[in-house]
């Protein structure tokens, strides 16, 4: 996949919005541990950059998924990765299957809104005691007339303690956990009120403070069933095609890791040490080099990705290829980023430092690395030949 000038300009559009309405405030932000989504998202609605590739009947620009990737891009350039994540969520995790499967009143209802930035979306997969292990999770919903009326906790959810609606994935009957699911759109707010029965608690991470992320508690919330996405039993299998537009989304963020690389290189060409810079180390100049060409090669993986799900392939595998790549890689490159610009590099405002606490988020949220790994054999046919 090559980006042609669209999409090159779909990027520096973006920048241009970081570096005049992001990263001036994301200091802030980190301090506060949570950036204003609603301002923020209702700027960004504004000039489109919400709904890329949503279709055009609901605001959005109806464009391929090539051009979320660019957007993702650009998004990894903000200098604190919690709110290209709080974004990301908004537009490549609480939203697609909303889009692809929602009835036409459920995304005039919902999806239209947060396109324009009108509404804060989450995402509400994981539990306490069901994070990658999607299929046993156990919040539930059981139908009550025209309603589902709703029971359960979800755990780890980004903007949780802004959200107006979540994309909530629950048991709706018994059976098969990968046919018992349903995915439902679920209003946390209405009229500046939290929705009866909802509970929201604040908890506090290693890294990403600029995103706010709570654990959600539903007792007995009553929803029109008409806020159920597609079919009843289905949620499974739409979360897990959501899955892989967030697994790209991620990785494609982690490939602004090169800005990393090329400050560090300039500290330490400014950066004297026995009577010369540090750049004029070769080890430090063959690392660099190492993890630059690493992060090239995670490039072309994201791209052979995403040119395969634009083209309708199964693009499971390579998405958690890339996923799996990106966290390690880009954690790997603040590190060495970290190491070599020394004792400044370790203070606790320093970019690089902060970079190291978000990017080591990749390996965790969004499936494990380690589920990353299973996905990959099973592909492979290798779990096929155990015992």
């Known amino acids: 996949m090559l980006y042609t000038q669209q999409h090159r300009d779909l990027m520096d559009s973006l920048r241009r919005f970081i570096s005049a309405e992001i990263d001036p405030h994301v200091d ?10 609603h301002e923020l998202f209702k700027k960004m609605g504004a000039l489109g950059f919400l709904g890329i590739t ?23 350039y903000v200098r604190a990765q919690g709110v290209g994540m709080g974004i990301g969520v908004q537009t490549n995790m609480a939203t697609p299957a909303l889009a692809a499967f929602g009835s036409d009143a459920l995304r005039r209802e919902f999806l239209a809104p947060a396109i324009a930035g009108d509404m804060v979306a989450s995402i509400g997969v994981s539990e306490q005691g069901a994070g990658s292990d999607v299929a046993s999770l156990k919040t539930r919903a059981r139908r009550d007339g025209d309603d ?33 699911k349903s995915l439902i759109v679920v209003p946390l707010r209405e009229n500046g009120k939290r929705v009866r029965g909802v509970e929201i608690q604040k908890i506090r991470k290693f890294g990403m403070w600029s995103s706010d992320t709570a654990q959600i508690f539903l007792d007995e919330v009553r929803v029109p069933a008409r806020n159920r996405i597609g079919e009843e039993g289905m949620g ?14 991620g990785a494609a963020r982690r490939l602004a890791a090169i800005m990393w690389i090329q400050e560090t290189a300039d500290y330490l060409g400014q950066r004297q040490a026995f009577g010369r810079p540090l750049l004029d180390n070769q080890y430090i100049q063959f690392k660099l080099a190492e993890l630059k060409t690493e992060l090239e090669a995670l490039r072309g993986l994201i791209y052979l990705a995403t ?19 990106a966290g390690r ?33 990749c390996s965790i949220g969004g499936g494990a690395d380690e589920v990353m790994l299973m996905v990959i054999a099973r592909h492979m046919g290798l779990m096929a030949r155990r015992g």
């Open 307 to 325: 040119q395969t799900y634009i083209e309708g392939g199964d693009v499971v595998e390579l998405a958690s290829m890339a996923k799996l790549k």
């Open 54 to 76: 949503k279709p055009e009947a609901y605001g959005g620009l109806g464009l391929d998924f090539s051009y979320a990737m660019a957007a993702s891009e650009a998004l990894g």
């Open 236 to 249: 499974f299998i739409y979360q897990m095609k959501q899955f892989q537009e967030e697994r790209l989304d």
């Open 28 to 37: 802030e932000w980190e301090a506060a541990e949570i950036f204003p989504a």
């Open 148 to 180: 589902y009326v709703i029971s359960g906790s979800k755990m780890w959810i980004t903007n949780g303690t802004q959200a107006d609606w979540i994309c909530l994935l629950c048991n709706t009957s018994d059976g098969s956990p990968h046919k018992n």
């Open 329 to 361: 890689l880009s954690r790997e490159i603040a590190e060495w980023c970290m190491q070599f610009q020394g004792g400044m590099g370790y203070t606790w405002d320093n970019p690089v430092s902060r970079a190291y606490r978000d990017y080591r988020l």
